[in-house]
């Protein structure tokens, strides 16, 4: 692998660019971004080698790391001007959409549909690092459909970075992602609304370090420019899982009016076995 | 400071003793619990020096750290127990109710009302350690109405565990915490319900480090015998801040619905700004 092209230098974007290069020291590295700030700082972060609006024909691989409503238009375009020897990965957090979109594009197999499950509260370049995707879970969709050849280099820099590859078609991969990523950043964010409302009636703002606040709502943090795009993109499965949510709130809310102590305990006590799911990963 | 009682050997407890004990070595510290368990393990971790039912006469401090609930009827039949030169002090979530129920006892001066904000997912003396108090805040309510020379006693000690003392009336307090503390719990308990019976369907589940759930979920592995009573305890408030939170839900999913992508936006920028407060505690 001689060279890539990166478009969207973000903290995604970013950490790939400095992670394909600290692996592969020789690796040309181009890309771009639509803001103007973002590319003269990926210069001087050291991200990427060279800003270059579209990737040289001999191009390896090109990686497409900006929001979700973005990548069907940006993919189809990329298709267009690439090389037989380049394969288009995105990173995108919903995938259902771009795969149908995409199905019959004479260079279908050119492309490949990751998604890393990884990421901070922060954005830009300047939260990008090397070390963000080591040993991170990257799902790949719709595998069977992409050229085995050009897999090989996709192959190439996923284990050079440590990712740990899964596998799953693009309706269950929005399904689940509504679930264990999207839900968690709606409530966080709703979370973080609610305390700001109240805290303009009370004035009263003191050092919540240890409440379990800050981390119930450290991904109201989040980027909107990168989150509002995926709820409307991922729609129909976010919408399930957040009336699945309301209604668990809604009858844990009688519970509480009820004064029903032992049904809360039971229900926190069942509840508790999230331990198992979350120590899974470890 | 020569001898102080602890009622209740959890987390919060046993982390007083041990962080006690550690700035004053030649404190006798004697305790008790309502698990035998408990009592044991409490002594093998040398979070007391021995166990005892009731506080010995001449004991300085009486801690009780028990479920909220619980606090009403101990803390009356300590009071009744202890000399004069005695202080009781309670670690309760909740404070309003408690401190109407005791505002008339004659020993009422020899009560402080306190909150430390600490803790972490886990329960249990095993999970105590003697920096849990390093550096956080302690809420004391209704300060005095407290005996000025025992409240030294407190301080003595609350200066040694390099606790930060915030002054707020009960009230204040249940109000403030229902959105900073308890509705966090709440939401995060809600979250794991709902991820957990979306898997019964799924039979999916994967690593899921850096999905942002795991953050968001972790309040969900808190312990159903410290929290189910601080919801009832705090019924009125704990409504108020799930009734915002549930209608800011509700008008995120109509936003979300309506594939108003820029109103999501314009909303996320918004509560950003949530930044500033978390970084207050800094």
């Given at each position: 692998m001689k060279k890539i092209h990166i478009v969207g230098l973000g903290l995604l974007g970013g950490s790939f660019g400095l992670g394909a290069l600290s692996k592969f020291p020789e690796l040309q590295v181009t890309?771009?971004?639509?803001?103007?700030?973002?590319?003269?700082?990926?210069?001087?972060l050291g991200i990427i080698t060279e800003a270059k609006e579209k990737p040289d024909s001999d191009t390896d691989l090109v990686i497409l790391a900006t929001p979700a409503d973005t990548l069907g238009a940006l993919l189809k375009e990329t298709l267009d001007q690439i090389g037989e020897?380049?394969?288009?990965?995105?990173?995108?957090?919903?995938?259902?959409?771009?795969?149908?979109?995409?199905?019959?594009?004479?260079?279908?197999?050119?492309?490949?549909?990751?998604?890393?499950?990884?990421g901070t509260e922060y954005s830009g370049p300047k939260a990008a690092f090397a070390d963000l995707l080591d040993r991170k879970v990257m799902i790949i969709c719709?595998?069977?459909?992409?050229?085995?050849?050009?897999?090989?280099?996709?192959?190439?820099?996923?284990?050079?970075?440590?990712?740990?590859?899964r596998f799953m078609d693009p309706e269950e991969h929005d399904r689940h992602l509504a679930f264990v990523s999207h839900l968690s950043h709606i409530t966080?964010?709703?979370?973080?609304?609610?305390?700001?409302?109240?805290?303009?009636?009370?004035?009263?703002?003191?050092?919540?370090?240890?409440?379990?606040?800050?981390?119930?709502?450290?991904?109201?943090?989040?980027?909107?420019?990168?989150?509002?795009?995926?709820?409307?993109?991922?729609?129909?499965?976010?919408?399930?899982?957040?009336?699945?949510?309301?209604?668990?709130?809604?009858?844990?809310?009688e519970k509480i009016a009820n004064s029903d102590s032992e049904g809360?305990?039971?229900?926190?006590?069942?509840?508790?076995?999230?331990?198992?799911?979350?120590d899974l990963g470890k």
């Open positions: 890309g771009t971004d639509i803001s103007e700030q973002n590319l003269k700082d990926a210069l001087t020897n380049t394969l288009v990965i995105d990173l995108g957090s919903t995938k259902a959409k771009l795969c149908r979109e995409i199905a019959d594009h004479p260079k279908r197999k050119q492309y490949l549909a990751g998604h890393p499950i990884a719709d595998l069977e459909k992409t050229d085995l050849t050009l897999k090989e280099k996709a192959y190439e820099l996923f284990d050079a970075l440590n990712l740990k590859l966080s964010f709703m979370l973080g609304k609610t305390v700001l409302q109240k805290m303009e009636d009370e004035k009263n703002i003191f050092d919540m370090a240890g409440s379990g606040f800050a981390s119930t709502v450290r991904l109201a943090k989040s980027s909107p420019a990168m989150w509002a795009p995926i709820l409307t993109e991922n729609k129909e499965n976010i919408l399930a899982s957040l009336d699945g949510y309301i209604s668990n709130l809604t009858a844990m809310r809360i305990y039971q229900e926190f006590a069942e509840i508790n076995k999230i331990r198992d799911i979350l």
